[in-house]
């Protein structure tokens, strides 16, 4: 291209910080969804870019599964210091109490699927009118049709046959009352795009994400780290690895890899000539091939 | 390394998701689980081999109907280039897709199959392709294997194409042969076509070079937020943010502010703790002016020295993609950057045919219809025309009732 062409990660930040300030400007109401992970720690990171010297336009909002890893935890209130913004927990254990959801029984019992009922009560609660959220269209098949600003209805769903069209950068954010918009500034990005933006913009993680020694189990050929959180019998065997998680969600959906990368750069070699994708180690989308479309139409992220 | 963006255009019966998939699995950009679904599923090729077209096809109904109805976004990268697809369906019900698709692209790969030739639908997607100002094409003549490789058969295709490519005015064109089923000239070379010494598909894309026509335009910035702190150490501080659409903008450039036509001149270029003397195409940063004006998001700055049209009645090229009919009566929204106001569809001066290119003159605007209207603004734009700015040159319409998004503009010239 010609010379004037910006660097890949220079391009797809550039998009993104261009996408939030969208989100500020169109809407009165938007909320930054925070799960700790790396694809939201990178959107806060972007918010910086987007928005500094000021304050951000909207809170962080993270749905706590109480399921979480401690580390996760840690990690998101040292940073909410750091930043100075503020920070909305929505608790998967109220929407327990309150009888709204009921808790999964059995072997594979997860809270994952709990969440998007917390996560809709928030956004009423507060009258979100746009949640920003860390998802990417190479994550997984359903999502690659997605929209940057993805509209649901009133009862969080998405539906595939209302999407609207979105040509150039123009980004249409009108809703009505009671609709919401999610919106995805990383779209464009791969997991390899967003740790190697980690990587030059010095980011810091949660440990986790580092191989570290940790009590495993082995379900359905994925290594689940062993926690109080998981219903456990006398067909699993607790091992000691070396291991570190991909993806961040809760203790009970997302899988361990075997792993001795402990810095970034062993990382990013690890995935470039890594032989799973990402969401292979997540629980929750094997079950059926139209697994994660069914979810998202449901109003899950 | 940089970021190629193109689209698909062809049926599924030219073999377009199967192309995408021979492109992903010889390129090695498929991961190993990705790789065990495919072959867990049914979906096999007449000879048993893996259908390489569900890689494609995204959502449930799509896989029920055997066809792609929406654009799918699909990324790979070499260590030459990352690439972005857009993958949208070629039948004439989804025009507004491929239109959708064809936006964001570089460069377009427009399926021909060499059994079929140059047909209708070819027509059509050159004639959106050129429409929406792409500037790079590659033709895939596909299936090649089903006409014995013939070098003939490919000779008089590519003198089709030409003649067809002078009426729809492409210019930049690239032909190769190719069997995505076989996967000749896709990633590998094909041996089975001798005849033909280019490069394969996968070779051109990382390497064709690009000339990047916004980076040339003139220098553009839509406002989208204004940063204005208001803390005791920075009372003071006003920044315009925004990303700079087209061309570049130095520090000390004169600049004036539209609609309003305000001048000043730029103090200040911010990107987080960055201070960069210049600002190009594709940034996203934060302006800082030298006088104190009235600015806010909706607004944009330009270069004093070449200012961009100003106007409230604007003619354009307008591709309809909702089921309702075109209300010249109605008031819709128009957003163009970070601008919105009202406007109306004041005239229809002519439809396309996208089929024939012929010009056609009834009043109904239907879903996926093409044609030339002047529009009325309830407040100036300050644009540019779209054949020589895209970024300044494309605006939306919403519909005022469901919000919507009801139609794409290519803004073409000061209406009369």
């Known amino acids: 291209m010609s010379k004037h062409q910006l660097d890949y990660l220079d391009e797809l930040e550039a998009e993104a910080i261009y996408i939030l300030r969208e989100v500020a400007g169109q809407f009165e109401k938007p909320a930054l969804l925070f799960s700790g992970g790396k694809d939201s720690i990178t959107l806060v990171r972007l918010a910086e870019k987007a928005f500094r010297p000021g304050k951000f336009p909207f809170p962080l909002v993270h749905i706590d599964t109480g399921h979480n890893f401690i580390e996760t935890i840690e990690y998101r209130d040292a940073m909410i210091k750091r930043i100075g913004e503020k920070l909305i927990i929505g608790h998967v254990q109220d929407s327990i109490n309150e009888g709204k959801v009921v808790e999964q029984k059995g072997k594979n019992a997860s809270r994952n699927a709990l969440q998007t009922v917390t996560l809709l009560d928030t956004i009423a609660k507060y009258q979100f009118d746009a949640c920003i959220g860390g998802a990417r269209r190479d994550e997984e098949k359903a999502r690659a049709k997605e929209r940057i600003f993805s509209v649901r209805d009133e009862f969080g769903q998405w539906d595939p046959k209302r999407q609207r069209p979105e040509l150039w950068n123009i980004f249409n954010g009108k809703i009505h009352k009671g609709e919401n918009v999610r919106v995805f500034p990383i779209s464009n990005w791969t997991e390899l795009d967003v740790w190697n933006y980690i990587r030059r913009e010095k980011i810091e993680l949660p440990s986790i994400y580092f191989a570290h020694k940790r009590e495993v189990i082995t379900r359905n050929g994925q290594l689940m780290g062993a926690s109080p959180f998981l219903n456990m019998d006398d067909d699993d065997i607790i091992e000691n690895r070396t291991v570190r998680f991909r993806t961040i969600g809760d203790m009970t959906c997302t899988a361990a890899v075997e792993s001795y990368a402990y810095h970034i750069d062993d990382i990013i070699d690890e995935i470039s000539a890594s032989k799973i994708s990402e969401r292979g180690a997540r629980m929750d989308d094997k079950v059926s091939e139209a697994a994660m479309e069914d979810r998202k139409k449901g109003g899950y992220f | ?416």
Request: net charge negative.
């Open chain 2, 1 to 416: 390394m940089d970021i190629l963006k193109f689209i698909t255009a062809g049926s599924v019966d030219d073999g377009k998701s199967t192309l995408i998939g021979r492109l992903l699995y010889d390129s090695e950009s498929i991961l190993a689980d990705q790789l065990e679904a495919l072959h867990r599923s049914n979906r096999k090729n007449d000879d048993g081999s893996i259908d390489l077209a569900i890689l494609t096809d995204g959502l449930k109904a799509e896989r029920e109907q055997g066809i792609t109805i929406d654009v799918a976004y699909k990324y790979f990268q070499t260590d030459k280039r990352k690439f972005i697809i857009a993958d949208t369906p070629g039948h004439i019900q989804y025009t507004r897709n491929m239109v959708t698709g064809a936006s964001n692209a570089n460069l377009a790969i427009i399926l021909i199959d060499a059994r079929k030739g140059v047909i209708e639908q070819t027509i059509r997607h050159s004639f959106l392709v050129s429409l929406l100002g792409i500037q790079q094409v590659v033709v895939c003549i596909n299936k090649m294997d089903m006409v014995d490789y013939s070098e003939a058969v490919y000779e008089n295709i590519v003198n089709d194409y030409k003649a067809l490519s002078y009426k729809v005015g492409l210019k930049n064109i690239k032909y190769i042969p190719v069997s995505a089923l076989k996967g000749d000239n896709i990633v590998y070379p094909s041996l089975n076509i001798d005849w033909y010494k280019g490069d394969s598909l996968l070779h051109f894309l990382e390497t064709v070079e690009l000339e990047v026509d916004d980076s040339k335009a003139h220098a553009r910035f839509p406002v989208q937020w204004v940063i204005r702190p208001q803390t005791d150490d920075l009372h003071d501080y006003r920044g315009y943010a925004g990303r700079v659409s087209s061309g570049s903008f130095k520090v000390n450039d004169k600049v004036t502010v539209l609609p309003s036509g305000f001048h000043s001149s730029i103090e200040k270029i911010e990107l987080l703790d960055e201070e960069p003397d210049e600002a190009s195409a594709g940034m996203s940063v934060t302006i800082h002016l030298k006088d104190e004006i009235d600015i806010s998001r909706g607004d944009i700055l330009v270069n004093t020295q070449y200012q961009p049209e100003v106007s409230q009645l604007i003619e354009a090229d307008l591709c309809w993609m909702d089921t309702r009919t075109l209300d010249t009566s109605l008031t819709y929204f128009i957003q163009h950057n970070s601008k919105v106001t009202r406007c109306r569809i004041q005239e229809i001066l002519y439809k396309v045919n996208i089929n024939t290119l012929e010009k056609e003159y009834n009043e109904d605007f239907k879903l996926n219809d093409i044609g030339r209207v002047l529009i009325k603004t309830a407040e100036p734009l300050a644009f540019d025309l779209y054949q020589n700015n895209k970024a300044n040159g494309g605006a939306i319409i919403i519909d005022s009732r469901t919000n919507v998004t009801v139609g794409a503009l290519m803004l073409r010239a000061i209406g009369e």
